[in-house]
């Protein structure tokens, strides 16, 4: 930007777009006006009401440095440090994966399966919770309806679990969910209180992320997207341990794109026979539901 002397909102915002545009990134004028929103803390029409206006240099030198992140294909979730899920910001950063609008449907039919439950109270646990999202938007539409709950919200990473937290305390629902360190594989046996088990699982394979965009291999955690084999170890855990626990756990889990068919035979296997699938926006099965 120095070698143009540029630094009007407008004269940025072309210029911005402009290089995202070269780098192939998607969406380039709505990254670069969400960038220039947090950093003069405004709403997006404010950069167009105030378009010929200059920016300090301490704005220049912070726009700058988010600008060079995405340039180097950084999400702008982590630029940024937050996202909305369901309707509820989330702080973010590198330790946990973005949320995205898919997983809303694994929330949406949660909720639709609570509602319709007639329970006074439902325990739940939610299995590699990273940022909290899901838990959050969980109990904060559960109270919304009134309907009393706990969450037990597991993940292996203590550096997810210390986000969580901050989420948690953001939204002031630290009471309603708790958060704890555990190795789910090393789980023998699921508790009988529990009502509903969620989890948006490492399911993608060894295979499918060498074909990731660099934005998701580079830069997300890997741990919580694949399991470093098939895909499929995370289900086959579950299901072992669902086959020999109350009968009355209702399970909602998250499902790659092309694994209904594999997960129907495994279910099978473990004598699993009430589940179904759900699709999501794009009219592709990825939610699964056990019982």
Do not use: W
């Not at 973010?92 to 509602?115: G, H, N």
């Not at 990273?130 to 109990?139: K, M, P, Q």
């Not at 948006?200 to 399991?227: C, G, H």
Request: aromatic share 10%.
């Amino acid at each position: 930007m120095q070698e143009k002397k540029i630094n009007t909102l407008l004269e940025i915002l072309s210029y911005s777009t402009d290089l995202l545009k070269n780098k192939g990134i998607q969406d380039a004028r709505l990254n670069i006006e969400l960038m220039l929103c947090d950093v003069l803390n405004c709403e997006r029409i404010k950069l167009y009401l105030d378009y010929d206006k200059p920016l300090k240099q301490t704005e220049i030198d912070k726009y700058k440095s988010y600008l060079k992140r995405r340039l180097n294909k950084e999400p702008l979730q982590y630029i940024l440090g937050k996202t909305n899920f369901y309707g509820y910001d989330i702080y973010i950063d590198k330790s946990v994966l973005i949320p995205r609008q898919d997983t809303e449907v694994l929330v949406e039919k949660t909720l639709e399966d609570i509602e319709k439950s007639g329970l006074d109270f439902i325990n739940i646990l939610e299995i590699g919770t990273g940022s909290g999202c899901i838990s959050i938007a969980l109990s904060e539409e559960l109270s919304k309806k009134n309907i009393k709950h706990k969450i037990e919200a597991i993940d292996i990473s203590e550096n997810a679990l210390r986000l969580a937290k901050k989420n948690l305390e953001f939204h002031n629902i630290s009471g309603k969910l708790e958060l704890k360190c555990e190795d789910f594989f090393k789980k023998e046996n699921l508790n009988d209180s529990i009502n509903y088990i969620i989890s948006n699982p490492p399911y993608i394979s060894n295979d499918e992320m060498l074909k990731l965009d660099d934005e998701i291999r580079e830069f997300e955690p890997v741990i919580a997207l694949t399991d470093f084999g098939d895909g499929f170890k995370f289900y086959e855990k579950l299901f072992k341990l669902i086959s020999g626990a109350n009968e009355n756990i209702r399970v909602f889990l998250e499902i790659g794109y092309i694994h209904s068919a594999k997960l129907d035979s495994m279910l099978k296997k473990y004598g699993i026979n009430k589940f179904e699938f759900y699709k999501d926006y794009n009219n592709i099965n990825r939610v699964l539901k056990i019982n």
